[in-house]
């Protein structure tokens, strides 16, 4: 075989961890009410399928958007050839306006500090590629999105160093952790170039509070680096405290004329608050001249199907179409949440207080048989074999601590839910009733050794999640 | 165009600082003479008229046809289940229906001479996606690849910008149609050699853009033969396969592979579009096909970062799924293509100007060399400027193809009415008048 690159035989694209495995045996035997009802149930996909009905029946009243059509007549031609990477300007106008809209009007974005790009996968990987090279990393608080070792090392060289949180304060960013990063990338001989966050928090499901922001801001400031705010989430914010997001705080702190200005970048995407993931519409969103040019320049690596750009430029022009569906989506999302963290607390099982996102952060600390990763991988493997729920391990998100996981809860039907709890609570039940400590131990002898069989079958599987 | 090594303003990486994306080049200044005074037949037919976009324009009638004949193409048939679907379709495998559609589609192009498996077709958002992610692939920083002169000037960014790859020419000349010799590969090889830099794979543009024809047979098979000797990789961009005035005439690295049975197929990788042949660029719809598993798997993996969006791919896979649909528009956009092509060379050599024999492509490969002061790059600039800012034609001068040669012009014919064509035209037949 011939040689190829370095980048294309080493292991960032990140595929052998236990994140693909659950996808796996997901995709072998999934859960479906009628012709598989014992399958398993997936949740560890961070989609959001609780509204469509309403996307749908604008398209039904709105045809023309996707015909092609723009006020009776055919747009076919121009949507063909248009290719210009600074976007559809009714597309980047609209895009602008939801995202303030979702931001309660707080925040004013212009539309030309708008690049577009397929998704925040290209996103996010852009931005690394235009703010950091091989040699230099980005902090990334702990836990956070698999998908980001590959987004944001495999092709840039970047490298990522953790902000440890912990539970001891609700997984909170403090000042303590920010200096340990650095000073942990010192030590690795890495120049760091910025704090990267997701806003909502990926895993966690919380938004970052106020105190948080105005630690990062000064942290980035003295540092005289650059943040990154990945709020694809936004959208999703269904409880108080609401979303804040870094852009307004730095204009509450009054930091227009300061160097901070141009080192805060805002990471967006429909893929999460619209659950159009195969659309691949993400965006950047910054006030540096040079980071937007440049970027805008990259975005030709990725640039948005001008068909769909058309027809959700009429999408999100319709302000009551965006008004009434912002509301009723956060309010499913809220009802959902509500659901999975009354059915877990049920059966004993509580979780990281939330008020965003597609998930709950939950806590099996007490269902493990011992404190260690080991612990949490031998439990998450009896969740999903024996009890048949695709989870996510927090391990997988590089939590410092063992025994949490990510459980998603909008990517599914309310029964399917329902089952899963039931579920649940029957594995939780048979445990309290368990038998002999002998028993015990020899199930995990053996689940010790199953466990190595996998890993190493894991390094030859092709899956990926292509979704948070 | 050397990447600074002095510190970034801003903390910005060098490469976003970098002048590799090539927007400083005079091809793209051409662009903004056109922004700043375009031609319209009515509104302003002094403007000047683009002639440097690879577009095709002459077929989209029979799309839009299409498109009224079949609705529900575009509003993908029954909405309820097929809207949901397709919004959450995120695979990075690909659509399977479009991956089937998109493969037949390159194999009636070929006319049956090749034949593409749709598990082994990559989806990525257009061949610039594409072309960068082999290169990424195949090649790391500081590596080479070698790249026969005259090629496409987005190549300077697309293979080398992100990636810190280089490319190093394979010098082509007039003396014979431009064709690649095998003196020319071992040239390029040995100047990169000479250099210190390790050359990973050849890449070739076929039909060629700039030149608008099509690779001959027996430079396809010494091509072939050379990246073996050297073992290293081709990549064939075939993105203009279906722009060839005659079906015969085009002759894919496929072909060759299947006449050889497949012996050292794994270093070859083929790149292709539909920005060209159904003139559809904004939809961002390319493709690698490689026959090699490993870089199959690792494209794959790494087109995460520039999927095809899955309305496009359902869009397309109806209509492309129609055989009737394809076969029509193929054949019929040929012959449109053809008399394009037959219409600016009969104006062309009216006014005293020849062209290289093209059978293929956007455009024309048009050699002012005899009406330049000095056979320099220097004086093809000069004259560019005039043609530019007098004529007011916006046409793309060799050098910016990294040409030998000067005097060479690429000149586009598919982007245009064929009224705006006719004027184009006049007005290079009274330059033309004019300088003698």
């Not at chain 1, 121009?78 to 976007?87: I, K, N, R, T």
């Not at chain 2, 991956?99 to 390159?106: P, V």
């Not at chain 2, 600039?381 to 007098?390: A, R």
Request: aromatic share 10%; net charge neutral.
């Amino acid at each position: 075989m011939r040689p190829l690159s370095r980048k294309a035989t080493c292991n960032s694209h990140g595929q052998d961890s236990s994140y693909f495995l659950g996808w796996q045996e997901y995709e072998k035997r999934p859960y479906d009410a009628v012709r598989n009802p014992t399958g398993i149930i997936q949740m560890g996909l961070a989609e959001n399928q609780l509204s469509f009905d309403l996307l749908e029946s604008w398209l039904a009243a709105n045809p023309d958007a996707a015909s092609f059509k723009g006020n009776g007549e055919s747009i076919f031609r121009e949507l063909a050839l248009f290719q210009d990477y600074h976007g559809l300007p009714a597309f980047k106008k609209a895009l602008t306006e939801f995202m303030s809209e979702i931001r309660r009007n707080k925040v004013n974005f212009d539309p030309t500090n708008l690049v577009l790009t397929a998704g925040a996968t290209s996103a996010n990987e852009t931005l690394i590629f235009c703010l950091a090279e091989e040699g230099e990393a980005f902090l990334l608080p702990t836990p956070y999105y698999p998908g980001f070792d590959r987004d944001l090392k495999w092709r840039t060289g970047a490298e990522i160093v953790p902000i440890e949180c912990h539970s001891s304060n609700g997984f909170k960013i403090t000042q303590a952790a920010l200096d340990d990063a650095y000073e942990a990338a010192q030590k690795r001989n890495l120049r760091v170039k910025g704090v990267l966050i997701t806003n909502p928090s990926n895993p966690l499901g919380t938004t970052l509070t106020r105190e948080e922001l105005n630690l990062l801001l000064n942290f980035v400031n003295a540092k005289d680096i650059h943040l990154i705010s990945d709020e694809i989430y936004s959208g999703t914010v269904f409880n108080s405290p609401g979303f804040i997001s870094v852009m307004e705080v730095v204009r509450d702190l009054k930091l227009e004329n300061t160097d901070v200005w141009n080192q805060v970048h805002i990471v967006y995407s429909l893929s999460k608050d619209l659950g159009l993931p195969g659309f691949r519409v993400g965006a950047i969103y910054s006030n540096n001249d040079a980071v937007v040019s440049a970027a805008t320049k990259m975005s030709s690596f990725g640039l948005i199907s001008s068909q769909t750009q058309y027809l959700l430029s009429a999408l999100l022009s319709d302000k009551n179409f965006t008004k009434n569906y912002i509301k009723e989506n956060q309010r499913r999302l809220r009802r959902r949440q509500e659901m999975l963290v009354n059915g877990l607390r049920n059966v004993g099982i509580e979780c990281l207080q939330s008020n965003a996102g597609l998930f709950c952060w939950v806590d099996m600390r007490h269902l493990m048989s011992s404190n260690t990763f080991e612990g949490e991988m031998e439990l998450w493997k009896k969740i999903l074999y024996d009890v048949r729920l695709n989870i996510s391990a927090g391990g997988s998100c590089h939590c410092s601590e063992p025994g949490w996981f990510r459980v998603c809860f909008s990517n599914m039907t309310e029964d399917t839910l329902n089952l899963s709890m039931q579920r649940l609570k029957n594995f939780v039940n048979s445990m309290n009733s368990s038998s002999s400590q002998s028993h015990h131990q020899r199930m995990k002898n053996s689940r010790r050794r199953s466990l190595t069989k996998w890993v190493l079958r894991l390094s030859f599987s092709d899956r990926e999640p292509e979704e948070r | 165009m050397a990447v600074g090594i002095e510190k970034p303003p801003v903390g910005l990486s060098r490469v976003a600082i970098s002048q590799t994306h090539g927007e400083n080049s005079p091809y793209f200044a051409g662009w903004k003479a056109y922004d700043e005074n375009p031609y319209d037949e009515i509104k302003n037919p002094s403007g000047v008229i683009q002639m440097g976009l690879a577009e095709n324009q002459v077929s989209f009638d029979l799309i839009e046809e299409y498109l009224k004949q079949h609705p529900e193409t575009s509003t993908g048939g029954d909405h309820n289940s097929n809207f949901r679907e397709n919004a959450l379709f995120q695979d990075y495998h690909g659509l399977p229906s479009f991956r089937k559609a998109l493969a037949s589609f390159m194999g009636q192009i070929r006319v049956g001479r090749a034949k593409f498996d749709p598990d082994r077709v990559v989806l990525t958002a257009g061949a610039t996606a594409a072309n960068e992610l082999l290169t990424f692939i195949l090649a790391d920083p500081g590596d080479a690849l070698l790249i026969p002169t005259p090629y496409y000037p987005g190549f300077d960014r697309d293979l080398r910008w992100r990636t810190g790859v280089k490319i190093v020419p394979i010098h082509c000349n007039s003396s014979n149609n431009f064709q690649v010799t095998r003196q020319a590969l071992e040239e390029a090889y040995n100047s990169a050699k000479a250099m210190n830099v390790r050359v990973r794979g050849v890449l070739i543009t076929n039909p060629s853009n700039p030149l608008g024809a099509t690779v001959q047979r027996q430079v396809l098979e010494d091509i072939l033969d050379f990246v073996t000797k050297k073992n290293i990789h081709l990549v064939s961009d075939e993105i203009y396969s279906g722009s060839t005035f005659s079906s015969s005439e085009f002759v894919s690295v496929a072909e060759i592979l299947e006449a050889r049975n497949y012996r050292e197929a794994e270093r070859v990788h083929i790149v292709y579009s539909l920005s060209k042949d159904l003139g559809l660029p904004g939809f961002r719809v390319g493709t690698i096909y490689s026959y090699n598993d490993k870089v199959m798997t690792t494209a794959r993996r790494m087109s995460s970062f520039s999927l095809v969006s899955s309305q496009t791919q359902q869009l397309l896979a109806t209509m492309l799924s129609d055989k009737k649909f394809t076969e029509n528009y193929i054949r019929t956009n040929r012959e449109r293509l053809r008399k394009r092509y037959d219409m600016i060379i009969e104006g062309l050599k009216k006014a005293g100007i020849e062209c290289l024999k093209g059978n293929a492509g956007l455009f024309c490969w048009m050699n002012l060399g005899p009406f330049l002061d000095k056979p320099t790059r220097e004086s093809e600039l000069v004259l560019w400027s005039s043609i530019v800012h007098e004529v007011k034609l916006n046409i793309s001068p060799g050098c910016s193809c990294h040409c030998s040669e000067p005097g060479w012009f690429r000149v586009c014919f598919a982007n245009m009415s064929e009224q705006t064509l006719e004027v184009a035209l006049k007005r290079i037949h009274d330059f033309i008048k004019k300088q003698r």
